[in-house]
């Protein structure tokens, strides 16, 4: 509760240097829809600002103050909304969400790339999105999630798709103090400010959250019990709860003088849950922390040049502290000669009376430069071209009560001393380096007054696997007024991670060093069509397909006893996605969106655990000057198990949120009750088995909220 005590204290200290007035309140409502839609810009399709309908690429975005009226606080939240986009949960990690775009997703979401205004954001090691961990969002003003392959502006990891966080530019920042308490003892406060010191300009947030998560979310049986059955003890701790407890602290400082605008950004995780445990054996006493700071610079150069030149430079450091009881007090395993779990060559059964407990904690640095150039090659013709090297460097440390050197199998009796390996051939992975360069080029074309153009193209050339190089191509044609069709194609690519190509040690998955990367190289393919009816209705639809090889996956390796990773994964995809916005008058707001997809891999089997079909619906209705009361819903359905998996099939469920809000008891002060899955939703999200009952989602939240504008 610090962060709340000093929290206090700076609003106190800043209130009076503050000047900026209250955002309009009913803005969504005061325009028409298509006076909306004509101001909105995205940044994360081409590299540069332009409209949503110049765009090459299916996009969505969403503004603060749409997913505030909804009660989004959390990233994760707002993603609920986006057409054919699915926030679930890993089959098989601690990982509190899994994202997975049109049924492209990777390890821990690692196909998908996530920026904070253009910059990445993700763990380094692993390339898996921080989102999962929980991302407030009061310090933007938008988020932009573009769908499709992303690799021709972004390179690595722009596989199924791009999520930008835009952050408010100076003098745009609202002065505001808001929180929110309620069920699960859950405590979100944030805070910002700006203000102007001589010629330069400062502004800061941040955020601060807190939740104990539902403790009804029961699961009854886990990998334990297989164990207990097995070896004839009780280890287990089901039935009993998936823990999803976190603490989270983000900050965000931005400073501009002159041409120099420097960003300090931090993002700390000082709790976390296992979630149903690192092994899917349930594990309330483990613990992960992770911080992330990132600085970055940029200096405007276009005083020397025609056009906008920038140089960039960004560096990110990283750690992360795990302590994890991948299995729980008193299991007794059966140890191979390696010191770890190896039921093909068991060399003998030992009991691990404290928990078979290890401390993988990885970490590292990221250093980027860039140079960015835009300009008018005439009044047609729109070039972007970046250049930019990067290096990497990963570290980890690591103390255990198992494996080489540590145990050999005639062990009866395991306690809790921990051996620590830092350093040695006996980590799970060893200290490394990796740095690439690269060039991209995009270029916008208006051929006539209704034909825009758009090509692109990266090169990208790895110290550690080579080069490769991923085009894309967008046409747009402004059929008539109302109506736009758009067609784009693209291939991208994830270069192999850290973990996947160099893990080892490990009683579970080892790496494979002569893993390839991950492509869509036969060519992503879309056709989007935005019909506006009239002012105030937009249909809009997109179909698309794509081809994906070389995925990933983990394949049973006699040699070790455990899982090894391979490129043996391919998947097929064919979709499409519909969406309605429509205005009712200057009271009522409704979006509505709907999406299928059919998804196979090479053998012609459908992709397991992914919705075929969903579908989101939003209702503004602004009551009276004072009121104004939101309700939306999710449906997910058509969700299929693997062939092998003989369990019932997986329900479909439709949660709804809902939140009422008051303004206008107090000067600036705004009141609001929010529900989370407002039904109390049983729902539940598709683990692989060892966990049978799936994973239960939490129960009905209610959270009171106050927010003051400075």
Known sequence: MKAIKYGVIILASYCASSHSEPNDRNSIFDLTLKELLEIQVITAASGFEQSVARAPATVTVINNEEWRSQGAYFLSEVLDAVPGLHVGKPLDDYTHHSYSIRGLSGFNSNQIKLLIDGEPFEFMQSGS???????????????????GPGSAVYGADAFAGVINLVSYEHNELPAQFSARVGSFNTVDVSMSNDFSIGKSHIQWSFDYSKSDDDKNRIVSADLQSIFDSAFGTSASLTPGPIDEHYEVFTGLIKWQWQNINVDLFTWRNFDLGMGAGVAQALDPNGSSKTYQNQLNIKYN?????????????????QQTKNFLYVFPAGTVLPIGASGNVDFSETVGLTEFKDGFIGTPSPGGETFTLRLTHLLN??????????????????????????????????????????????????????????????????????????????????????????????????????????????????????????????????????????????????LETGVNLDYMVNNNLMISGSIYNYH????????????????????????????????????????????????????????????????????????????????????????????????????????????????????????????????????DEKAREPSNGVIPDDYPLAGRQILLEFSYNL
């Open 377 to 522: 090659l005439n009044e047609n013709n729109l070039l972007r071209w970046e250049i930019g090297y990067e290096r990497q460097n990963f570290s980890t440390s690591e103390r255990k009560n198992f494996g080489p050197s540590i145990l050999d199998g005639t062990q009866a009796v395991v306690n809790d001393e921990l051996t620590d390996v830092t350093g040695t051939d006996l980590i799970y992975v060893e200290d490394s380096k990796r740095s690439f360069h690269y060039l991209s080029v995009q270029n916008e074309w208006q051929m006539t007054p209704d034909k825009l153009l758009s090509l692109g193209v990266r090169y990208d050339d790895y110290s550690d696997f080579g080069s490769t190089t991923n085009p894309r191509l967008g046409i747009i044609w402004q059929v008539k007024e109302d109506i736009t069709f758009k067609f784009f194609a693209g291939s991208a690519f994830r270069a192999p991670d850290i973990i996947q190509t160099r893990n080892k040690n490990n009683p579970v998955r080892i790496g494979n060093p002569s893993l390839e990367p991950e492509t869509i190289d036969t």
């Open 301 to 317: 150069l276009s005083h020397y040049v025609s056009g906008d030149l920038n140089a960039s430079f960004s560096f990110k450091e």
């Open 129 to 147: 999105l921080f989102i999962g961990l929980r991302m407030p969002l009061s310090s933007y003003k938008r988020i932009e999630i573009v769908k």
């Open 548 to 679: 994906a090889k070389n995925l990933v996956a983990y394949v049973f390796d006699s040699q070790s006893g455990g899982e090894k990773a391979e490129n043996i994964g391919e998947q097929k995809g064919q979709g499409g996605e519909l969406w309605l916005k429509w205005k009712s008058d200057n009271s009522i707001t409704l979006d509505f969106s709907y999406s299928f997809l059919t998804a196979e891999n090479k053998e012609g089997l459908d992709i397991a655990d992914i919705p075929n079909k969903m579908a989101y619906l939003s209702v503004n209705w602004l009551m009276s000057d004072d009121w104004r009361w939101n309700i939306s819903g999710k449906w997910v359905a058509d969700r299929k198990r693997v062939s092998t998996d003989t369990r019932s099939k997986i329900d479909d469920y439709y949660l709804v949120t809902s939140k009422i809000e008051h303004r206008g008891l107090v000067k600036n002060l705004t009141l609001a009750l929010s529900f989370n899955n407002l039904f």
